[in-house]
């Protein structure tokens, strides 16, 4: 039986690890994850869920498929790449509630599709457009981060 989790267990990888354990115990522990996460080693898993060190974003995608946790990789992204300054974490929800928080975006999508086309039209931006276009890219983003939690919840499926 594995020990109770004191230090890792308010690490994001210590906590998708244990959730999946519930569905595949060898999880439980990370001697058994190491075996499931090809060249990942439980040393590494260990500084992992430690904060010792930062996995890199392979192994990241490797846990997120071992672990049938793909908001792990949202997370990382929105909160160790330094190139992922746009992404947002990805809430693990209902289905249900990812499909209507779409069906919600899409709504607006096309108007926020036809203020930027009104704006680029003529070819000129002037500065009172600049400063809409930034508010337009917030909308397109968040679009952008609803169809993340419909591809999230596709790939649990």
Avoid: H
């Avoid at 990241?60 to 974490?89: F, Q």
């Avoid at 809430?91 to 709504?107: K, L, S």
């Amino acid at each position: 039986m594995a020990r109770k989790i004191t230090k890792a267990a308010g690490n994001v990888y210590c906590q998708a690890r244990l959730r999946a354990a519930k569905y595949n115990e060898k999880l439980q522990t990370r001697a058994g994850a190491s075996e499931a996460i090809p060249g990942v080693t439980e040393d590494s898993i260990k500084k992992y869920e430690l904060d010792i060190t930062r996995p890199p974003n392979d192994v990241v995608a490797l846990m997120a498929d071992a672990y049938n946790a793909p908001e792990l990789i949202s997370w990382y992204c929105a909160n160790e790449c330094p190139l992922g300054r746009d992404s947002r974490e990805i809430e693990q929800m209902p289905t249900e509630r990812a499909i209507i928080r779409v069906q919600n975006a899409t709504g607006t999508l096309e108007e926020t599709l036809t203020a930027f086309a009104e704006i680029v039209d003529d070819g000129i931006i002037d500065d009172d457009e600049k400063e809409k276009i930034k508010e337009l890219r917030e909308q397109f983003l968040e679009v952008r981060r609803r169809l993340d939690e419909i591809l999230a919840a596709c790939d649990k499926k």
